[in-house]
């Protein structure tokens, strides 16, 4: 999975491909977060969870991928929220065992799902553009440095991006920790530094990032759309993206656990005086 692969043409923009740029991936187990875990994603920003994921459970949320996205194929690179509440397969994966431990490591007990993005990047699409999770509206960056960890994304792969020019990730490890931005002159271009990580990983896989590591999706080159299942979770108190509430008729019938992480409390006290009650974790 991880041999070193040159992209294919065209030539790309901006500085060359960097020949190491597969090397030295940040790989964790399923589970609770170990103390090298911890140091990487501390150093580098992210944690990539090969094969988690079977065959028959990716072909089960593509299936819902693509029905959430209207089972046509993609025209255009899109995203769309909240599928969890109409597809079992997406609301399985928003507290999986494998990664919720994760989370919890980094963020305690308190923490919801701010969003749930399933997105699609069509056929021979491309969009490369470079950013760091947040809002352009006001940017986490212009909060305080070194940068919080308000968004944790956690990304699974529906399709192969197991080489370079699947619609992968594409990650620059340790910049959640640059005191300066990625220069705006590059943020359109596929190979933007000579630092920048392909994430080559099978479907199922697992991408874990803070929302201050600099990113794009790669351009694909295959003939088929390429789809991610996005989950970020956040401090309670953050506004969340996808909904401004989860649909009642879901809150009805889903877990106590799935219910606190989507954060639809009654509040005591405005907004969060009162506190907010804890997720009910089996341990
Ligand atoms: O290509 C994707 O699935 C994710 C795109 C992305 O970087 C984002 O939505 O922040």
Redesign the pocket.
Known sequence: MMEAILPGSPEPAGPAPNPQHLQLTPLAQPGPMTEMERFMFEAWGYLLIPDLLSEAECDEVLAAAKRLHGNQPAEKFK?IGRGFETEPAIERLMDHPAVLPKVRALYGDRFVLQAA?C?V?PAHGE?SSW?Q?GSSMYEFRDVAYPLPLLQLRV?FNLTDQSAPDM?N?VMIPGSHRSPVPLPKDVRKQVWASPIQHVICAKRGSVLMFHNGVW???MPSRLDYDRY?M?FIYSPPWLRRSDREASDPAWLARTTPLRRALAGDYERPDAPFGGGAPPIPFDN
């Open positions: 995203q993005w997105t990047m969009r950013h999770d990304s619609g990730m990113h794009s999706p991610n996005h």
